[in-house]
Every structure is written in C-alpha cells, then in structure tokens.
C-alpha cells in the first residue's frame, strides 16, 4: 500500500505564497504520476496540477497556471506545490494523489489510486 504523507498548509493572507509537499512511501518509477486536486466546502473535488515522475512535462488547471508551480526532487520522492499570489477563492483541502501508470485523464481524481490525507489551505481577504 502506497502511503502519500502532505505537509504546508495553513492560513495566508491574499497575495501570499505556501509550499505543500507530498511525499510517497515507495521510490516512485519512471511511469508514475502525481496530482494535487483541492476541495473546496459544499463544492466537488477539483484538478490543480499533475506531473510524471519522468519528465518535464507539468499540467495545470486554467485557474491556477502562471501562479502554482508543480515540481519534484527525485531524492526525497516528494512533489511540491508552489503557491504564489493566492487568492481567497484558492481556499480549499488540498489532496495529492498518485498512480503508478500514468494516464492521459490526469486530471480526474478516478485516474489515481492513492491519496494523502489533506492538508487545509485558508486565504484569507
């Protein structure tokens, strides 16, 4: 069982920044992918960013791209999440996920297998 370990949340004003870290259990391999969603009170649980464990390639939602930055350190199997200029509408628990096979639909959360517990995100106005 693949266990997913999330640190960084926590309350920030408006125009802020926070990191969050996802850290997997197992060393991840080449096809793996990880994604952040996020779930905001009374709405559906919603793609934030996605990546392959190999690779370069970053995926983004329209509502966070050019200010939330996925990235990874291949010797700690942690992926991050640079938050930057967040707004009050980013509230939300934020989840990472993780599959072993990529797939192309990276951006629904049935795509993946396994989830971290959460870590809750305020922005406050």
């Known amino acids: 069982q693949v266990r997913l370990v999330e640190s960084g949340g926590g309350l920030v004003q408006a125009g802020g920044s926070l990191r969050l870290s996802c850290t997997v259990s197992e060393r991840p391999f080449s096809n793996y992918a990880v994604g952040w969603f996020r779930q905001a009170p009374g709405k559906e649980r919603e793609f934030v960013a996605a990546?392959?464990?190999?690779?370069?390639?970053?995926y983004y939602a329209d509502s966070v791209k050019g200010r939330f930055t996925i990235s990874r350190d291949n010797t700690k199997n942690t992926v991050y999440v640079q938050m930057n200029s967040l707004k009050p509408e980013d509230t939300a628990v934020y989840y990472c996920?993780?599959?072993?096979?990529?797939?192309?639909?990276?951006?629904?959360?049935?795509?993946?297998?396994?989830w971290g517990q959460g870590t809750q995100v305020t922005v406050s106005s």
């Open positions: 996920a993780a599959v072993r096979s990529y797939r192309d639909s990276y951006y629904l959360a049935a795509s993946y297998d396994y």
């Open positions: 990546m392959r464990w190999s690779g370069h390639n970053t």
